[in-house]
Every structure is written in C-alpha cells, then in structure tokens.
Nanobody
Framework: VQLQASGGGLVQAGGSLRLSCAAPRLIFSTFRAIDMNWYRQAPGNQRELIASIGSSGNIEYAGSVRGRFTISRDNSKKKVYLQMNSLEPEDTGLYYC?????RGQGTLVTVSS
C-alpha cells in the first residue's frame, strides 16, 4: 500500500499543524475497510504509535497526545488526518502513517520552544 504523508513543518510551541495521509492507489472500498495509524519517531527515540482509527471509526490515542491531537478519516478522499494542537517541543519528530505492514515516507514536524 502506498501511503503519502504531508503537512509537517516548523511551528512554535503552542501552535498547531494538520497532517494528512493519502492512499491514492487504494480503491474506496479497500480504504474504508482498513485501520490506519499515525506513528512518530523523535531523534534518538523508538517509534511511537500515537493515534489509530479503525474501519468502524473507533479511535485510540497514546497518553502523550490525548487531548491535544485528533485523528480522523475521510474515506471518500482516501485520507487520514492528524490535527495537532498545543504542540510542544517534545512533539518534534518524523510522523508517518501506516496500515498493516505498509508505511509512508513520513513528514517532519519541528516544534520550537
């Protein structure tokens, strides 16, 4: 599965960013049936699962982002989003989406203090 993440950038602490993940080569019926995840990897740290949204819309968050980040999906556009508010320097890292064994190339988020 080809996944394309975008929307990263440089933002000051307290700011917001909205990440997008597209699956352009999937057909609609396939996309809506799969679970989608957002991971991040900070420099020197292990990969962290931060948000998941299932095919039925069930959502889970890591404790580190709960209350600040919101995951959503638009099946008609074959996209998953991650709205990130109240960003902190600790949120800096490479963010990428995944499903099953597939992972996108990632988009870099840098939060300055």
């Amino acid at each position: 599965v080809q996944l394309q993440a975008s929307g990263g950038g440089l933002v000051q602490a307290g700011g917001s960013l909205r990440l997008s993940c597209a699956a352009p080569r999937l057909i609609f019926s396939t996309f809506r049936a799969i679970d989608m995840n957002w991971y991040r990897q900070a420099p020197g740290n292990q990969r962290e699962l931060i948000a998941s949204i299932g095919s039925s819309g069930n959502i889970e968050y890591a404790g580190s982002v709960r209350g600040r980040f919101t995951i959503s999906r638009d099946n008609s556009k074959k996209k998953v989003y991650l709205q990130m508010n109240s960003l902190e320097p600790e949120d800096t890292g490479l963010y990428y989406c995944s499903t099953g064994d597939s992972r996108g190339q990632g988009t870099l988020v840098t939060v300055s203090s």
